[in-house]
């Protein structure tokens, strides 16, 4: 059984949301990394990039394959969590404390598209 | 793809050891058990063990079984010797790959086992008897009463003396001494045959061992008490890729010939006949359109298969085969098909990774330096 975290959201891409404010921290769930396997490099965007809801903002590496990373919601990338360039396996080790991405809302009624832990533990099986 | 997947004679053994399953060919296979990482420097540093049971074992016997042999694949049985084995292919006449495959020299005139790719069983099977007509031989499929391990890694001689109990034996010697593409014959208490082989798909020495599922769930329980390392077909494919070693399917298929491949040394061109032989021929005196190339990206971005090989300016000129970021040289490095004109070493070439091209280079394919048995 995958860990999901009870007062985050969650996309149905996998990626998990913490609401600071106006500000989005996005990272990917338990399900994700352990789906993926051992995280070999992680392909992060730069500061200032902007992102609508559903856009590919990167992807991470296994040693197998490539997945995509999609935006939950729109808005301005305001920090990357650079550390995970040097230590991909940050996410595998802790995928709720390994961050990726800080998104400067556009519109936070985005947020109310994505699901609630109890939501997201019905897909993420 | 048949409707109904089909499982290994170990199958619940790896249900059991908690394996990453998947469909690979026909049949639900193990993926990885730890993680690909894990399991692949086990290989190249100690020794794992792969259930390849899903391989096809076809024999083939009769008065004209050499002069068939030589007939359908592509590398020259005429001088093999009892106990060898040699590396080639099956090709239609136009050059396409039906399937590569080891052929082995059994310890009796006119016999040969062919060991063939899961996925091309069936194909093969129906291609090897719609080109026997004329031939007095008996062609007979035995994939689904053999079951397969594959023992490889630097301990894998010492781990195989002490698995079959060879310890002091006269038998020992004989299976130390065994050299790369060699093999050997034994039998169980019962009198069931198995197979020793000097032969593997990881670029390390190893062993492969054929006998009945039973006495291959024996070994497999084994291994595992002896903390023999599971390895899944994940690090299979990194490891081979590694070794230089192609995959049917990516590097060698009805499109890819074995000259595209840069595998000619196992088509005997000078052999009387064989199918594919003209059109093989021509190849090489032509030059073939497309070859077969590694490249080495001097970036982190990691090539995967499918992904566009281009030239400075955007122009595709290839595709990517297999791809990965190398666990045992930490590189990123793949194999690609490309336009012959940009196929020499040392030729700069960019592969375009989602967004972004990155720069590399035409390098040789055989990344990782092989440590077989001499």
Redesign the interface.
Known sequence: MSKIIEGLLYSESHEWVKVDGNIAIIGVSDFAQAEMGDIVYIDLPSEGDEFNAGDDFGALESVKASSELYSPVGGTVVAVNNELEDSPEKVNEDPYTAWIIKVEMDDKKELDSLLNAAAYAEIAK | MSDTIKTTCLHDKHVKLGA?MSPFAGFDMP??YS???EE?NAVRKNVGVFDVSHMGEIFVSGKDALKYVNHVFTNDVTNLEEGKILYGMMCYPDGGVVDDLLVYKEFEDDHFLFVVNAANIDKDYRWMLENAEGFDVVIDNQSEVWGQLAIQGPASEDEVISLLGLEDSEAEEEIRNLKFYTFADAEDDKGNRVIISRTGYTGEDGYEIYATPQNINYLWDELMADGVAPCGL?CRD?LRFEAGLPLYGDELSAEISPVMAGLSMFCKLDKEEFIGKEALSAQKTDGAPRKLVGIELHD???P?AGYPVELEDGTQVGTVTTG??S?SLDKSICFALVDSAYSALGTALWVR??KKSFPGEVVKKRFYQTNYKK
Do not use: L, P
């Open positions: 990453k993926i990885q993680s690909i990482t692949h994940g990194t982190v971005a990691i995967r990965y970021h666990i990774v989602r």
